[in-house]
């Protein structure tokens, strides 16, 4: 376990090579990847969100494709298609940008409604299905997608029941003046994004995957998630409560915090850690916390403060 954790360790130091003072957002982004789940990271331009994905694709050694999302991109585009070959007489399958390990969707929200449910299989299933055909996923498989919430222009809004397949949502925000400092250093000449070099391969996260299942999580900290998301849904600042599918992602987010900590077992400060990245996105605010401008991982803050944390007998 300890080797493990000391290669997670490098990858999130590669990735910090180029992305200066996020290394939390860089951990959450790892979280995701060793629960085989998928990141939405959403934020103004030019904070370096592409940035990120493209020094964690570099920093291992599995296939990267990046899918620029514009109104005129097509599902068959995202999932592939099948071409007609005279000389077999037959369909031939061609693949499509989501055909890989790690894929980038920019701006996911700058595509039409009918083209972003194109991932809809993929991010739950891992599998596409063509032409009636249906077809697995590379391993490991991981997708995060991009977005602008301040712009409205020109885009549609991811549905509740898309974002609801986000593992985890993370902002990366302005630097603070020391670390722009600093990224202007490294940026002088070369990018170092160019110069990364892989310190893990698709075959060690799967191997972290698998020892990331096997963290023990106690029946009180399983109840302990259940009173978390039952909060939401009775909480009157929120109208629509987070579903059982919060429940699943908090319990393997939980397990995946404590992992990468090097425990093997979860601790209700994991739970606490990442519900505010896990449930955030899958709640809907009423009007009246909109108005008071509280965010959604205010409130959610909120309610994990309020439930009481679990104590046991022995």
């Not at 990735?15 to 060793?34: F, P, Q, S, T, Y």
């Not at 549609?156 to 670390?179: C, H, K, N, W």
């Not at 940026?187 to 963290?215: K, M, W």
Request: with cysteine.
């Amino acid at each position: 376990m300890e080797q493990k954790v000391q290669l997670l360790t490098k990858i999130v130091d590669n990735v910090e090579k180029v992305i200066v003072g996020k290394r939390e957002e860089i951990e959450m982004v790892l979280v995701a990847l060793m629960c085989g789940s998928h990141v939405l990271i959403e934020d103004i331009p030019g904070t370096g969100k592409t940035s990120l994905v493209s020094a964690l694709s570099r920093s291992i050694a599995c296939e990267f494709s990046r899918i620029q999302f514009t109104p005129d991109i097509l599902p068959s585009d995202i999932t592939g298609f099948s071409v007609y070959n005279q000389k077999n007489a037959s369909f031939e399958y061609r693949p499509g940008a989501v055909m890989s390990n790690l894929v980038l969707a920019d701006e996911i929200n700058r595509t039409s409604p009918k083209t972003q449910s194109s991932l809809l299989e993929v991010m739950e299933e891992k599998q596409v299905t063509v032409d009636g055909h249906t077809l697995p996923m590379a391993n490991p498989f991981m997708v995060i997608a991009t977005q602008n919430p301040i712009e409205y222009l020109g885009t549609f809004p991811l549905p509740e029941a898309q974002l609801d397949r986000f593992f985890i949502r993370i902002s990366l925000g302005y630097p603070t003046a020391v670390q722009e400092c600093e990224m202007l250093s490294r940026f002088q000449g070369r990018s170092p994004i160019e110069t990364l070099q892989p310190v893990a391969t698709g075959e060690q996260i799967i191997e972290i995957q698998q020892e990331v299942e096997q963290v023990f999580v106690s029946d009180l900290i399983i109840g302990y998630i259940v009173m978390i998301v039952s909060a939401t849904r009775k909480n009157p600042l929120i109208l629509l409560g987070a579903s059982p599918r919060s429940s699943i992602a908090l319990l393997k987010a939980a397990k995946a915090w404590a992992f990468y900590n090097g425990r093997e077992y979860v601790l209700p400060d994991d739970v606490q850690k990442m519900a505010p990245y896990v449930l955030s996105h899958r709640i809907k605010l009423k009007q009246e916390a909109i108005g008071d401008n509280l965010s959604a991982v205010e409130v959610v803050q909120g309610i994990v403060a309020q439930v009481k944390v679990p104590r046991s007998e022995q």
